[in-house]
């Protein structure tokens, strides 16, 4: 059972698992697609959508039986999840406007690619930042909209009537779209309206937008060089690993030639080696003197 377990994590977590999930679903997001043109060809579209149901089923079932509850770990997981739980509602009963919910399908896209889920995840992680440029923007819309109202309202009701109206054309002009003829319809009226609308433009399309964007870009760029520094940490780790026990080694060896230079220091110390006492003898006996005569000198002298 241990084997077979391990078979079927090493099934799920390779390679050609992951890119036949992918294929099927492509097609899915495609049978959904074809679906709402409600040809002749439905019916057959229905069927396979049940079997990629099925195939989502089994691909469900594997990855709990081999991931057990390190499954429920994950987020995207607990998407997939219930992704699959709603496509198995039935059609008809008090559930059957789940069944709109499918559609959901076409997001396990998301999952399925790598990159799609660091993006997805770097903008969940953008929100605090962006969340408080937005808080700023909408103060900004907000105070501008009460602006245009007690400045262009009994002139210009169809854009400035109301505080609901107003914020609407803030919010057209914000984006730029159509936005002369707003300003047109305000300058009959008021020509030197052009200075509201420049400096409300700028402000928010030109500046408070990309504060936003900013904010964007810069998670995205933690989010990619995350795997990128847990990467490098992993390497420096094993350099750092390696060059610690190249030093140990370079120790040791210190240590050994430390004891050899010491040991050779005590045999200097000792005296000189035992074959060379016959010459140190010799440099020691006396030596014979001139006025000391020899055996035959002094045999001559008695004679």
Same mark, same amino acid.
């Given at each position: ?128 930042? &962006?969340?408080?440029?937005?808080? /700023?923007?909408?103060? +900004? ?5 009460? !602006? =245009?109202? *007690? ?92 060059? &610690?026990?190249?030093?140990?080694? /370079?120790?040791?060896? +210190? ?5 050899? !230079? =010491?040991? *050779? ?39």
């Amino acid at each position: 059972m241990t084997l077979r377990h391990g078979q079927v994590t090493k099934t799920v977590e390779s390679r050609w698992f992951s890119n036949t999930m992918f294929m099927v679903i492509l097609a899915n997001a495609v049978i959904l697609g074809w679906a709402t043109y409600g040809d002749s060809a439905l019916p057959y579209l229905m069927i396979a959508e049940r079997v990629t149901i099925g195939v989502f089923v089994i691909e469900m079932a594997l990855k709990l039986y081999a991931w057990r509850g390190g499954f429920w770990k994950d987020a995207w997981n607990w998407f997939d999840f219930g992704v699959v739980v709603i496509s198995l509602v039935p059609a008809a009963g008090p559930f059957a406007v789940l069944r709109i919910l499918r559609v959901l399908r076409i997001l396990r896209l998301i999952t399925a690619v790598p990159q799609m889920r660091q993006i997805i995840g770097a903008l969940f992680k953008a929100v605090p930042g &962006m969340g408080t440029v937005i808080g /700023l923007l909408l103060i +900004v819309i907000y105070a501008s909209a009460i !602006l =245009g109202q *007690q400045l262009f309202g009994e002139t210009v009701p169809e854009f400035f009537g109301d505080l609901g109206t107003t914020l609407y054309t803030m919010f057209l002009l914000m984006t730029t779209e159509n936005w002369p003829d707003v300003s047109d319809a305000v300058m009959e009226h008021h020509p030197y309206g052009w200075i509201f609308f420049v400096l409300y433009i700028v402000l928010t399309a030109f500046i408070m937008l990309n504060l936003v964007i900013g904010v964007i870009v810069t998670s995205m760029e933690q989010e990619f060089s995350a795997g990128r520094w847990e990467e490098d940490q992993e390497l420096e780790l094993v350099q750092h690993k390696a060059v &610690m026990d190249r030093l140990a080694e /370079l120790g040791a060896q +210190v240590e050994r030639l430390e004891g050899m !230079l =010491g040991s *050779q220091g005590r045999d200097s110390h000792a005296g000189p080696p035992a074959s060379t006492a016959p010459f140190a003898d010799r440099r020691e006996a006396p030596s014979i003197s001139a006025e000391d005569p020899g055996p035959e000198t002094a045999s001559r002298g008695d004679a």
